[in-house]
């Protein structure tokens, strides 16, 4: 298949390029989608799709505009490029809604599932992958039914996953395996045939089976290669090198680490390749060879800020976009319950009525309360000291918020509150970046690393990273607490 594919991909460009020139049939537009769905290249998938959309449209071939549009919004998720994949995936929700097939709707949901887990939203993840399973069962072609069931537990499982409950994802990962494994062509769905195994292997490894892992991560990478699965077998690589280094196997672990960069590298998926360059940080500095070791860590560092960037920026199109859903259903509710609002407006009326009667009664009685209730606040406020602390404790109680909601005026309102825990920071580091000193805010306040990663949305790998780079900045003993050393600064 990878050479066929690679055969037809040339001329598939090249008549994909010259739409003035001919009007392409329903046939011509199916193979450019079917070679789109096999390429591990993003702009190459995406710049063959939105010719095939353009070539549907112009035709009016509703099914091949809505491959064209699932196939760009399922090229961003593989890449890990999750608001891209969302906006995409909205952008679809017409027209695949309209052509009522539940082949393409259970695809759609399941990739608004998996994005809203990715950016934040379980909630919303869970609900939208739920009402997925019934559309999914409804496809009549087997191999299409298993592979979109198979795929709507798999996102359920990483739902699971990244709110740190393993127990309740392993259930899922075993459904999704089994409805896998019953897909007789396999080669109709990429990654298909090594994502299971690689799947099963994350089973073994949460689990603790140590052996049974090792074993299917290998097959995957074998599998991954013959059939050209770039991302799965980046996973799986990225998989043995964990694995391998938590044994102490530094040179295997080094081995399988660069096979997954090469991976990576090739399907563009920065997330993955962060991780990986992680990995290589920690086998070179077990390897002792330092200078490797901290090149690796900073392309991580790199990375991970950009991706932080981005992922901010990332949680508004999903926001916005489940405000519009809910205002939607706002709207359709009020519409049908107008009848009964009119009812309880003239119950309101008569309520109004009442209040105004009662209010009268007891006018006499409030306005003695609030004269006791000013001379309270007077004598409160002669009291210097107490006046002190309640402000200060409730600005301590607002900055704790803030840094919990992950909110951008955070550093600089703890800037206001103390001033002086910042330029000590530059004063021993003068290099010291504003993302770290945050960092070093959030350890002051005695935040743990897992309500870091909590509230800062990034991995636990991330957060020790940063904690490893601030240590050599500031000069900070290994054997040193750094949420001690920070309070006594």
Avoid at 228 to 248: C, P, R
Avoid at 280 to 287: G, Q, R
Avoid at 294 to 320: F, H, M, T
Wanted: proline share 2%; glycine share 4%; with cysteine.
């Amino acid at each position: 298949m990878r050479r066929v594919i690679a055969k037809l991909l040339p001329v598939l460009l090249i008549v994909a390029g010259n739409q003035s020139k001919a009007q392409y049939n329903k046939r011509q537009i199916d193979s450019i989608l079917d070679v789109v769905s096999h390429t591990n290249n993003l702009e190459t998938g995406i710049d063959m799709g939105e010719k095939a959309f353009d070539a549907s449209a112009a035709i009016h071939y509703e099914e091949g505009m809505v491959r064209a549009l699932l196939s760009r919004a399922s090229k961003y998720i593989n890449t890990s490029h999750f608001d891209e994949a969302f906006k995409a995936a909205v952008a679809a929700e017409g027209i695949t809604v309209k052509l009522d097939d539940p082949r393409y709707i259970a695809v759609l949901e399941t990739i608004k599932g998996r994005c809203y887990a990715r950016l934040g939203f379980p909630k919303e993840a869970g609900e939208t992958l739920f009402s997925a399973i019934p559309i999914a069962q409804k496809i009549k072609d087997a191999d299409q039914r298993h592979n979109r069931l198979g795929n709507i537990y798999d996102v359920l499982a990483e739902n699971h996953q990244l709110l740190k409950q393993a127990a309740k994802a392993l259930p899922f990962r075993q459904k999704a395996y089994m409805e896998y494994v019953k897909i007789v062509d396999k080669r109709k769905f990429p990654n298909m045939a090594s994502m299971p195994l690689c799947n099963l292997a994350d089973n073994f490894l949460t689990i603790k089976q140590f052996d049974s892992a090792e074993f299917y991560f290998k097959k995957a990478t074998f599998v991954s290669e013959a059939y050209n699965e770039s991302f799965v077998k980046g996973a799986a690589f990225t998989a043995l090198g964990d694995l391998y280094y938590q044994q102490t196997k530094y040179q295997a672990a080094k081995f399988s680490y660069k096979n997954a960069v090469d991976a990576f590298a090739e399907s563009k998926d920065t997330r993955m390749l962060k991780n990986t360059y992680i990995g290589l940080s920690k086998v070179y500095t077990a390897l002792n060879e330092k200078t490797k070791a901290q090149q690796y860590l900073k392309r991580s560092v790199d990375l991970s800020d950009s991706i932080a960037d981005a992922e901010k920026a990332a949680i508004k199109g999903p926001l916005n976009y489940i405000i519009e859903q809910k205002e939607q259903q706002d709207a359709k509710k009020s519409s049908r319950d107008f009848r009964v609002i009119l009812f309880i407006g003239s119950l309101l009326i008569i309520a109004i009525c009442a209040i105004i009667f009662f209010h009268r009664k007891f006018k006499k009685r409030l306005q003695v309360n609030k004269e006791k209730a000013e001379e309270l606040i007077k004598r409160i406020e002669r009291n210097d000291d107490y006046r002190t602390l309640a402000s200060k404790t409730e600005e301590l109680k607002e900055i704790l918020h803030m840094a919990a909601s992950n909110h951008p005026a955070f550093m600089a309102k703890y800037n206001q509150f103390d001033p002086e825990f910042s330029k000590k920071l530059v004063d021993i580091s003068p290099n010291i970046l504003a993302a770290e000193i945050e960092f070093c805010i959030l350890l002051k306040l005695n935040f743990n690393t897992q309500e870091i990663v909590s509230y800062t949305k990034v991995a636990v790998r991330t957060v020790e990273g940063r904690k490893y780079r601030i240590r050599k900045k500031l000069r900070i003993p290994s054997n040193h607490d750094l949420n001690s050393w920070m309070n006594q600064l």
